[in-house]
């Protein structure tokens, strides 16, 4: 039994989609007993897994979907990231980060991620419907944590498929693909509902946080030099495969080439938008990052909260998380893109477009009832994507010290 059939006898009476995040911390499935409760394992950018949504859901919370904007076509023509010279918008990027004077109590981040769901059986009427969640964070400068969850209001993905989504009768709930063989998942609409006001869930709070098992004590005293930076990273022990078949831990330094490179772009990440990095650390992993090989710049976009930023693309073909699954739940490609503002230093949104279409078939593992499984192009969520077009995000809405 792989992970995914595990997780599929825990689902409670409301069976709807969770963020892998929100699954840790309602099982505990994949967290050591002496592990603080957040895992730090990315949350995103993956095909998650979604049971059909029980009725009550609506009073509860409906499930989350962003109106934003998706892009049909591939970022402009990309350029390798210089070790130096004009142009570097990492390099910016870390310059203008290095300037920041961190003031207030807390470190506040606001973290929105979304799946863009197809509905139709055709690929001609088809339109895009955007499930999100929030995630709000407060860390005092004792290292202490508090959180908030909600669902956000669903929502068609572009001016285009709202028109779609209209002209088949505004339904106010659509079934969807999940992900998993034989599971179908509902999504409940609210094409009118506000954004930005969402009912919060109070998650447990007080302990210590932790960021791939650092502590902001520990993270306050990381290198500002950039391959020192690389160096401590190397050494931090976690479940860095996104397909394997153990669950063991060793340490980032283990892999080699992609893998490698996604481990370290990820963990950077989280020093960027969730850990309360200083200023000079958060420099440093900006420019270890445009040192690593296969980072490119290219061209320019727009995140779903209408922030235009640069594009930045990692040479990473699979939007499953790290440590998640021990078989493939997926049956295209993806390149995963940050979009940052150099001029402050800020990363807006990481999210993955599609490179390959989903196509074909892939065997899994037996399911729950010990017959074979097969995952097929139509239990795709995307699996009428075009290449280029976003299949999931991760949006920071808000990353900043504050008194609130």
Do not use: C
Not at 54 to 80: E, K
Not at 166 to 183: E, F, L, T
Not at 213 to 223: E, R
Not at 365 to 375: E, I, N, T, Y
């Amino acid at each position: 039994m792989d992970e995914i059939d595990a997780l599929r006898q825990m689902r409670t009476a409301l069976a709807r989609e969770e963020n892998p995040d929100r699954l840790a911390l309602r099982t505990n499935w994949r967290s050591a007993p002496a592990r603080a409760p957040r895992s730090r394992t990315p949350r995103r950018l993956t095909l998650p897994l979604m049971g059909v949504v029980a009725a009550g859901a609506v009073a509860a919370g409906s499930m989350a979907v962003l109106s934003g904007h998706s892009d049909p076509r591939p970022p402009g023509r990309s350029v390798p990231i210089r070790t130096g010279g004009d142009g570097n918008v990492l390099l910016a990027a870390a310059t203008s980060a290095e300037k920041a004077t961190p003031n207030g109590a807390y470190w506040h981040t606001r973290r929105i991620d979304g799946t863009i769901y197809d509905v139709g059986t055709a690929r001609a009427d088809h339109y895009k419907v955007d499930s999100r969640q929030q995630y709000d964070s407060w860390v005092g400068r004792d290292g202490r944590e508090s959180r908030n969850f909600a669902d956000l209001p669903a929502r068609p993905w572009t001016a285009q498929d709202k028109a779609k989504w209209q002209r088949a009768g505004s339904p106010m709930k659509v079934d969807v693909p999940s992900g998993d063989p034989g599971v179908v998942g509902t999504l409940f609409l609210d094409a009118k509902s506000p954004v930005g006001a969402p009912r919060p869930r109070p998650m447990k709070g007080g302990e210590v946080a932790q960021f791939y098992g650092m502590t902001p004590a520990q993270i306050a005293k990381l290198p500002t030099e950039p391959k020192a930076l690389e160096k401590t990273l190397l050494a931090l022990r976690d479940r860095w495969h996104a397909y394997s078949s153990t669950a063991g831990k060793e340490p980032l330094g283990a892999l080699r080439g992609e893998e490698r490179v996604r481990a370290l772009s990820d963990v950077a990440g989280v020093l960027l938008a969730d850990a309360p990095a200083p200023p000079k650390v958060r420099a440093a992993a900006f420019r270890m990052l445009a040192a690593l090989p296969g980072v490119r710049a290219g061209g320019t976009a727009t995140d779903p909260l209408g922030r235009t930023g640069t594009v930045i693309s990692l040479p990473l073909e699979t939007t499953v998380p790290l440590g998640i699954y021990t078989a493939p739940k997926q049956l295209g490609t993806y390149r995963r893109q940050w979009i940052i503002d150099p001029g402050t230093g800020t990363l807006l949104t990481m999210r993955d477009v599609v490179a390959t279409p989903p196509h074909g078939s892939r065997r899994l593992p037996p399911g729950d009832d010990g017959k074979p499984r097969a995952l097929r192009v139509q239990d795709m969520p995307d699996r009428f994507h075009r290449p280029g077009e976003v299949s999931s995000y991760e949006v920071y809405a808000v990353a900043e010290w504050t008194n609130s």
